[in-house]
């Protein structure tokens, strides 16, 4: 999998984006708001029942006579999960899913997140894929999304989540015509159409339904979902299309 | 291009008949997708008759096509018109024998056959077939001559028939397999083509090429005369008499016409085999006890007229030897004779066996020495 230099360092100037606080144990390079054991002093707020005690500026209470607790970040490593879809739907865009998979990681890997480019590079297309479980941190989701059965395996992560809705031009522009036997590329099944310019309409009307459905599911749970094409320059969906989907900054 | 049965080409209507059948029949083309999710959602339905129009070339359809083109052209038989002859493979067979020579039969078979090879075509293959005294090559039919030895027809006709399809026999006598004319004899002829005589009865088998017509027929065995009319269209002729002590038997067909050769036919009962063998030259005594074991055989030495010699004209040397074997009681006149002989003289007490000789084709006795 080769990136050319221009691209690599258009990829150093991204970052992940993430909107919740991350909750990874390790300490790293990510400032949270959370607090911790940093030197770095953020704001003062008021005391509350619980606070520590140690945490109270005394100081501030000599001149103010009212308490204040000191908040302090914490820097955090990011725990990012990469998940590629793996199944036999997605042999027509499984290049071009291994090639965004490896520009993601190069950007996560630059914040302390360890995904190791040889594993997405070896995967294996036909191989049974499951959304793996990624109890913090950010889970990227790179699939088809034909799999309807995806969706309690997204509900169970717990991390933010980026789901990326890749389909080739051959799905969202099917090139048929005639009488045909379609088979399903996964379970082999096959059903008989007829089509035509009918279908062909009826097709695309489905297909946004379908694409707007999955939006909406992934909205209503807040996590990020981003369609795009196989065909679209891989720079293209890096520099805008995932900055405007709020996966990377 | 013609067709013997044009009537069988209105089966490539069935042609049209197929195309249609297979556009309403169009098997699925099979084609995998990522996902069936959408298309289970999409309704079936009939192709619309525009879709039609543009038919799906198949291969099974190009082979049904033309199984049905062959078939019906098969059926419809073409054919192609030519002037031209296919080319044939012609054997000519000549017979040579001394028989043949008679007359100028042998140059008129030699015109006859240059007449038929006239209406040949050039493609044509044209083999002749004869016997030589010695192998030779003979540019054509021209160099074909009559020979002294008898010729057996059927290895010639047998090489014949071998190499071509269609064998044309010169001859004056009937052979079996091939159909042919008897060669020489004019359009009239009739004559006798078999002779079986018994104790008690002649037989005769009549070929009459000319148009059908009464046969007179005589009969002279010893005192026995016999003269009778053979009706029209009668192929054969028997009768019936003590013929056991008749020496021989000779038939006549009165044809009166233009090949007399085989109007006449005679049988002569065989005599005893008595036979004088006359030797010279270098002496044999292994070929002389040959000689003396054959029962009725006698040897001597010295030169002799002679039946049958073997041996040369020539004085012989010391290291030639000469044999003759004749019949004493035969006069050798040196023209065409039939006489009682020895040999046949006690056929009759042996069981009766009887040869058949052509009196008019018996060629003449050799004489002394010569070969």
């Known amino acids: 999998m080769v990136f050319d230099e221009g691209f690599l360092r258009k990829l150093e100037a991204l970052r992940l984006a993430v909107r919740r606080s991350i909750s990874g144990r390790r300490e790293g390079e990510r400032l949270t708001k959370r607090r911790g054991g940093s030197a770095d002093f953020t704001s003062h707020r008021s005391y509350t029942q619980g606070d520590e005690f140690r945490a109270i500026d005394w100081n501030l209470y000599g001149r103010l006579g009212m308490l204040y607790v000191k908040e302090f970040t914490r820097e955090e490593s990011l725990t990012v999960r990469l998940a590629i879809d793996t199944s036999a739907s997605m042999a027509p865009k499984f290049e071009f899913a291994q090639r965004l998979g490896a520009a993601l990681a190069l950007v996560a890997n630059r914040e302390a997140a360890s995904i190791p480019l040889p594993e997405i590079e070896n995967l294996q297309l036909g191989a049974p894929f499951t959304v793996p479980t990624v109890p913090r941190g950010l889970a990227i989701v790179v699939s088809d999304l034909w799999d309807e059965g995806m969706k309690p395996q997204l509900m169970k992560l717990r991390a933010e989540t980026a789901v990326i809705h890749v389909l080739s031009p051959g799905e969202l522009e099917p090139p048929l015509s005639g009488k045909l036997r379609l088979v399903d590329a996964e379970t082999r099944e096959s059903v008989v159409r007829f089509v035509g310019e009918e279908e062909r309409a009826a097709y695309r009307r489905l297909l946004a339904d379908h694409c707007d459905a999955w939006k909406k599911w992934c909205f209503d749970r807040e996590m990020n979902y981003l369609r795009c094409s196989s065909s679209t320059p891989l720079e293209e969906i890096v520099q805008v299309y995932l900055r405007e989907a709020g996966v990377l900054e | ?371």
């Open chain 2, 1 to 371: 291009m013609k067709f013997e049965q044009p009537a069988a080409l209105w089966g490539l209507a069935s042609l049209l008949l197929l195309i249609l059948f297979s556009l309403w029949r169009q098997a699925a083309a099979r084609v995998t997708v990522p996902s069936l999710l959408l298309w289970k959602k999409i309704p079936e339905r009939n192709p619309p008759v525009r879709a039609l129009r543009r038919p799906r070339w198949r291969l099974e359809l190009l082979f049904q096509a033309l199984t049905i083109a062959a078939v019906v052209a098969a059926l419809a038989g073409p054919y192609r018109e030519t002037e031209q002859f296919a080319p044939r493979r012609i054997a000519l067979v000549f017979d040579t024998s001394p028989r043949m020579q008679a007359g100028d039969r042998i140059a008129r078979m030699k015109a006859f056959a240059k007449n038929i090879q006239d209406t040949f075509g050039s493609a044509d293959q044209v083999t002749s077939y004869w016997w030589a005294a010695t192998p030779k090559h003979f540019p054509g039919s021209g160099a074909v001559s009559g020979l002294d030895v008898h010729v057996d027809l059927k290895p010639m006709l047998l090489a014949a028939s071998a190499s071509a399809e269609h064998v044309i026999l010169f001859s004056d006598r009937p052979v079996d397999g091939p159909k042919l004319a008897l060669f020489g004899a004019p359009a009239d002829n009739a004559g006798i083509v078999e002779l079986s005589v018994s104790d008690d009865e002649v037989f005769i088998r009549i070929v009459n090429h000319g148009p059908a017509r009464p046969l007179p027929i005589d009969l002279v065995a010893g005192d026995l005369r016999v003269n009778e009319i053979v009706p029209a269209g009668q192929r054969v002729w028997s009768h019936k008499a003590d013929y056991s002590k008749a020496s021989s038997v000779r038939v006549t067909l009165e044809t009166k016409d233009s090949f007399p050769l085989d109007d006449v036919v005679e049988a002569t009962k065989m005599g005893p085999a008595d036979a004088l063998v006359t030797l010279a030259g270098r002496h044999h005594e292994a070929l002389v006890r040959v000689f003396r074991s054959i029962p009725g055989v006698t040897v001597q030495h010295g030169r002799a007229p002679a039946r049958v010699a073997v041996g040369f004209d020539e004085e012989p040397g010391p290291g030639d030897w000469q044999v003759w074997i004749h019949s004493p009681g035969v006069p050798l006149t040196g023209v065409p004779t039939v006489a009682k002989h020895p040999l046949m003289a006690d056929l009759a007490n042996r069981g009766g066996n009887w040869s058949r000789r052509n009196s008019a084709n018996c060629p003449p006795a050799p004489a002394p020495g010569s070969r």
